[in-house]
């Protein structure tokens, strides 16, 4: 059953913890995509990796660190830099850049 | 810088009637344009993908239209049900920029 999977679902943080976000595909695809998505706003994005061992900034990677060590995955890691972490956060992958992104379920992070 | 809009924010119709939902975008260089589905809480789910050499695509109920000169695509829906109801988001990609810009959404709800 190929896809992409995040876990985990929901995710509670205190203040001032670091907390890492899972993404895996088992589609085959060269690059990985994450998003943040806030009520009212469109999906804004904060790191891609287009093959492994590299990757981009996107537009709001302040607060956020990822790596790509595996073509298989890309974690997302919300440092206690960003101020504003809780969002609906989603993973997405793409054969390759600028083709057709496929999404994953999405994780809820939440900060106590 | 390209900017997505989606003009209504909410939409609400009747079972059965066909409707259109607007996509504006402000840069015509496109490389694609991507409509995609989302119910509350989920990820997104691709629905159609425009080439910027095609002006339209379909899926079942669903045609997408691509105006690239007039900066516009439309998705219709035809026959509408209570299943359509969700948000729904289009994204375009410009050449030599991988990522996708997002409008804000229109929250169509099909009334039984």
């Known amino acids: 059953d190929g896809g992409i999977t995040q876990s985990p679902k929901y995710l509670f943080r205190k203040e001032g913890q670091n907390v890492t976000l899972s993404c895996e595909q088992n589609?085959?695809?060269?690059?990985m995509y994450w998003y943040r998505q806030d009520p009212g706003q469109g999906l804004r994005l904060i790191y891609y990796?287009?093959?492994?061992?590299?990757?981009q900034k996107g537009d709001i990677a302040e607060g956020y660190s990822v790596s790509r060590e595996k073509k298989e995955s890309f974690p997302l890691t919300v440092t206690s830099a960003q101020k504003n972490p809780t969002a609906f956060y989603l993973c997405?992958?793409?054969?390759?850049?600028?083709?057709?992104?496929?999404f994953g379920p999405g994780t809820r992070l939440t900060v106590l | 810088k390209q900017e997505v809009t989606q003009i209504p924010a909410a939409l609400s119709v009747p079972e059965g009637e066909n409707l259109v939902l607007n996509c504006s975008f402000t840069?015509?260089?496109?490389?694609?344009l991507q409509w995609f589905r989302q119910d509350p809480g989920k990820g997104l789910t691709s629905l159609l993908l425009i080439q910027s050499s095609q002006r339209e695509q379909t899926s079942g109920r669903l045609n997408a239209s691509l105006d690239k000169s007039s900066g516009r695509s439309t998705l219709y829906i035809a026959a509408s049900q209570p299943g359509d109801s969700a948000t729904y988001l289009c994204?375009?990609?410009?050449?030599?920029?991988?990522?996708?810009?997002f409008g804000t959404g229109t929250r169509l709800t099909i009334i039984p």
């Open positions: 994204a375009v990609s410009n050449f030599g920029n991988e990522k996708l810009t």
């Open positions: 840069d015509s260089a496109i490389y694609n």
């Open positions: 990796s287009q093959i492994v061992n590299d990757f």
């Open positions: 589609l085959n695809h060269d690059a």
């Open positions: 997405a992958s793409s054969p390759a850049a600028g083709n057709e992104q496929f």
